[in-house]
Nanobody, 115 residues
């Protein structure tokens, strides 16, 4: 399993970023995908999940209405569109997939929201 995230960076409050994660090593179109984040001095938390076909999504309350998870099964890629970013969204963002009893993550991409 390999997950490679990209798209992080420094953005001002109220700005937007789109994260991407390219997956390989498993049947991408058959499995739900998630984004997690780890804020400074916090536990890693689940941010958003999308079903295998992309028909169902779920979000942590703190990002509802601001973040959108999507996927392109033809490209083995999952996205996280982040709008109206706040300083408290500053974190390392990870793409994740649960296969049987194991959760796999990528190396993460840093998102910093600051003026």
């Amino acid at each position: 399993v390999q997950l490679v995230e990209s798209g992080g960076g420094l953005v001002q409050p109220g700005g937007s970023l789109r994260l991407s994660c390219v997956a390989s090593g498993f049947t991408f179109s058959s499995i739900a995908m998630s984004w997690y984040r780890q804020r400074p001095d916090k536990e890693r938390e689940l941010v958003a999940t999308i079903s295998s076909a992309g028909s169902s999504t779920d979000y942590v309350d703190s990002v509802k209405g601001r973040f959108t998870i999507s996927r392109d099964n033809a490209k083995n890629t999952v996205y996280l569109q982040m709008n109206s970013l706040k300083p408290e969204d500053t974190a390392v963002y990870y793409c994740g997939v649960r296969i049987l009893w194991q959760i796999y993550w990528g190396q993460g991409t840093q998102v910093t929201v600051s003026s």
